[in-house]
Structures are given as structure tokens and as C-alpha cells.
């Protein structure tokens, strides 16, 4: 009861309540949410030490700029509370730096869980996808639907729904003018153990499960209103 009372305390604020939907469906650093908002950043502090407190968050130091952290939201805190807008989009693209494990493995899922057409690149291609990708994939029952690596140049369309599934490719990507998410999932290669791309798996698939509930296939031919809530 206690537990709950912080939560709803913590979410009684109009500013906190907007952080925690922005966090809803992918990962961002408070610099982000301060420009997403446009709130001064000591007041973004102070909201994030609330939602903190409650629970409601954890932050993740990013594995490109180390200088870096990313907020994450704890979906299980706020389950039941809440749910995110439905959006429609035509296909959704997962990104990372070598398309060589956790893009592979989001796009495998997704076709497994979600109706919306779904692909994987990377920024930084490499030259195969990891043997433990494929391994972890085919003890999960799952289909890699890309036999090699590629560029995400050679495969985004601009009315993809794009997903960041690392921190390197959210920031190569960059600000682009677009609705992307993020999703700060660590990297498996370095380890290279069966637990480490098992934890991706997981973390990945908690994610997938979320998302999934909220998109519905199609095109929105209206610009303005692409990826917005219904």
C-alpha cells in the first residue's frame, strides 16, 4: 500500500506524469527529456529524483558516451495504472550498431508477436550475425529474417517506425526530425556468453511485448499525423 501511495504521489504531478509517458514505450537521457518538454533542466532533475524514489525509474550509463545515462521506466510499477496512445504505422525498423544481435534478434520476435511488418540494420554493419544470435534464436523457436548484416541507409524508409535498440545507433542516428524510440539494451558481444545474449533476449522480448499492444498496421498519408496518438 505504501509502495502504491508513492507511485500515485510521485504521478500527481502534470510534469512527472508527462516524463513518465514520453519513457512509456523507449529509453531517453535527461537532456532529452528536458528538450522533448522544454523544461529547464533543474526542474527535469528534480522530477527524476521523485519518479526515482518511487521507483518509477532506473537510470543505465550509455555503452557509447559514457558520459551519458539514459533513463529507463520500470513497467511493472506501473502496471495497470496506465497505457500508451495506439499509433499506426507500415513497418517497424529495429537498429543497432552491427545488425549482428540485438536488432536480429528484436525483428525476430516482433514477427513472431507483432501484426506490423517489421526488419532489422545497423549503423555499423558487421560482416555476419553473431553465432550466439543464432544459437539463442533458434532455442526460442525464432526465425532470423535476415540472412546477413546491412546497412540502415539501404533499409529505412521515412515513414518506418524506427527503434534504437542501443545506445551507439540512437546516437549515430541522431535527431533526425522523426518519432524514433530507444531502447537501451545492453550489448551481448562484449561477455559472449549464452546468459548475456539470454538477458537480451529477455529484456527484449519484455519490450517487444509492450509495443506490440499499441501498434496497428497501415499508412497514415497525413504527415502532420504519422506516428501520432489517436
Not at 51 to 77: F, H, M, Q, W
Not at 100 to 115: E, F, K, V
Not at 211 to 229: I, Y
Request: some cysteine.
Amino acid at each position: 500500500m505504501e509502495v502504491r501511495a508513492r507511485v500515485h504521489a510521485a504521478l500527481g504531478d502534470p510534469a512527472r506524469l508527462t516524463i513518465v509517458d514520453t519513457l512509456m514505450l523507449g529509453d531517453a537521457s535527461p537532456g532529452e527529456i528536458a528538450r522533448r518538454l522544454d523544461m529547464p533542466t533543474n526542474l527535469v532533475a528534480h522530477h527524476l529524483k521523485v519518479l526515482e524514489e518511487a521507483g518509477l525509474i532506473v537510470r543505465n550509463r550509455s555503452e557509447g558516451d559514457r558520459r551519458r545515462t539514459y533513463l529507463r521506466l520500470v513497467p511493472d510499477i506501473l502496471a495497470g495504472l496506465m497505457s500508451p496512445p495506439m499509433w499506426t504505422v507500415p513497418r517497424v525498423v529495429f537498429v543497432c550498431n552491427h545488425n549482428s544481435a540485438r536488432s536480429q534478434l528484436a525483428a525476430a520476435l516482433w514477427t513472431r508477436r507483432g501484426l506490423v511488418p517489421a526488419t532489422s540494420a545497423g549503423t555499423q554493419p558487421a560482416e555476419r550475425v553473431h553465432a550466439r544470435t543464432i544459437r539463442v534464436a533458434r532455442r526460442h523457436g525464432l526465425a532470423l529474417n535476415r540472412g546477413r548484416p546491412v546497412h540502415v541507409a539501404d533499409v529505412v524508409r521515412s515513414d518506418d517506425l524506427v527503434v534504437a535498440v542501443c545506445d551507439n545507433a540512437h546516437e549515430h542516428l541522431g535527431d533526425q526530425g522523426r518519432v524514433r524510440l530507444h531502447w537501451s539494451v545492453p550489448d551481448p558481444s562484449p561477455a559472449d556468453t549464452d546468459d548475456a545474449f539470454e538477458a537480451a533476449y529477455t529484456d527484449l522480448a519484455g519490450r517487444i511485448d509492450r509495443l506490440a499492444t499499441v501498434l496497428t498496421p497501415g499508412v497514415d498519408h497525413d504527415r502532420h499525423n504519422r506516428l501520432s496518438p489517436r
